[in-house]
């Protein structure tokens, strides 16, 4: 076994062919979705294990860094393929040491671990002593770390038969979504995800959250669509946007990122096209599932979950470390005070290059 921390391109082309490939990954592994926090001034890297020179796992840490503040966030991982999961302790290991490298104060990772059976996920791993030294769970919220997938099963599915498994209710606005005259288009160009992206843009503004400006995530996005890493959906009705969705593809599936449509009386249903459209996208490429992605408001939740969902959560592999004490008691304190400004903290961070 051999272990490299990297950022050089060759580096990590194969690593993201081996994100794409292997079913327990996910796109918080890929190169560029990590790289994209640089637009904040934190860093990145990949951490790549390998056995007589082929990758057989590894984890991408984000570096964040806020005043003398610093913690490195294993968003997804460490992971390894089947078979070899007993080089977990030592990525594991790795977490922490390179942590102490980067004079962090905190670390955690997320091991897609579950008690679902699933294959994209450890339904069981062996004794990670590592972790006798973690506590459970995440006390950094600033990186996106995933704590599960919701999942819906496409394995040996067509699209009649899936259909089928739907609530009669749900079933009903699918098929009302397709007589409104909509029609579905792939957005493949720069200008066409940018166009999709400041959809999503003008809700959240409207719905009151916040998302990346276009200029902080116009390069990732470009790089992952010309990577055929992302599909990018859309909506049209008389040739105008309507609605639109972004997934992200690694693991062997896609999961649902982000959506945004227009709101228009009667309720043209684009939600539901669009989701069924990303569900047959899955089915046409011989995937087993689509992660149509956990969270949201009470009402987002439950239009996920209407697709006969699986939630499978990651409560069992979630760790951290909490490097120096007094440090970190420190972040929680000015984090408390600071939290009610996170919007314009965040805007901060994204100009300013540390």
Not at 121 to 141: E, I, R, W
């Amino acid at each position: 076994m051999e272990i490299i921390f990297t950022k050089e391109n060759h580096w990590l082309a194969k690593w993201d062919k081996f994100v794409q490939t292997e079913d327990k990954a996910s796109h918080l592994l890929l190169s560029d979705w990590n790289k994209s926090f640089e637009s904040y001034g934190f860093e990145y890297e990949v951490c790549i294990c390998l056995e007589n020179g082929q990758i057989v796992g590894g984890f991408s840490a984000v570096v964040a860094k806020a005043v003398i503040f610093r913690f490195y966030i294993v968003p997804f991982g460490p992971i390894v393929s089947l078979s070899y999961e007993n080089y977990l302790e030592t990525l594991v290991s790795k977490v922490s040491e390179r942590a102490n490298y980067f004079n962090c104060c905190y670390c955690h990772i997320s091991i897609p671990f579950s008690n679902v059976k699933n294959s994209h996920v450890y339904s069981q791993l062996p004794d990670l002593s590592v972790l006798n030294s973690a506590t459970k769970g995440h006390l950094f919220k600033y990186v996106y770390s995933s704590n599960g997938m919701n999942w819906i099963d496409l394995k040996d599915f067509d699209e009649e038969s899936k259909m089928m498994t739907l609530k009669p209710s749900v079933r009903r606005n699918i098929r009302n979504s397709y007589r409104k005259d909509l029609v579905f288009k792939l957005m493949t160009t720069d200008n066409e995800i940018e166009k999709a992206y400041n959809l999503f843009k003008e809700n959240s503004i409207a719905a009151n959250y916040s998302i990346r400006e276009w200029k902080e995530i116009q390069e990732t996005l470009v790089q992952l669509n010309r990577k055929g890493f992302i599909k990018m959906l859309a909506a049209f009705k008389e040739d105008e946007l309507k609605g639109a969705i972004l997934l992200v593809k690694g693991g062997n599936y896609y999961t649902y990122i982000l959506g945004g449509s227009k709101k228009e009386v009667p309720d043209l249903r684009t939600g539901d096209f669009l989701q069924w459209e990303a569900i047959k996208l899955a089915i046409q490429e011989g995937l087993d599932g689509y992660n149509i992605s956990l969270g949201g408001s009470k009402g987002v939740v439950e239009f996920k979950n209407s697709f006969n969902t699986e939630q499978l959560y990651y409560d069992n592999g979630q760790y951290h470390w909490v490097l120096k004490p007094l440090y970190f008691k420190l972040y929680l304190f000015f984090e408390k005070k600071l939290k009610p400004h996170k919007k314009t903290i965040s805007k901060v961070l994204s100009k300013l290059k540390r």
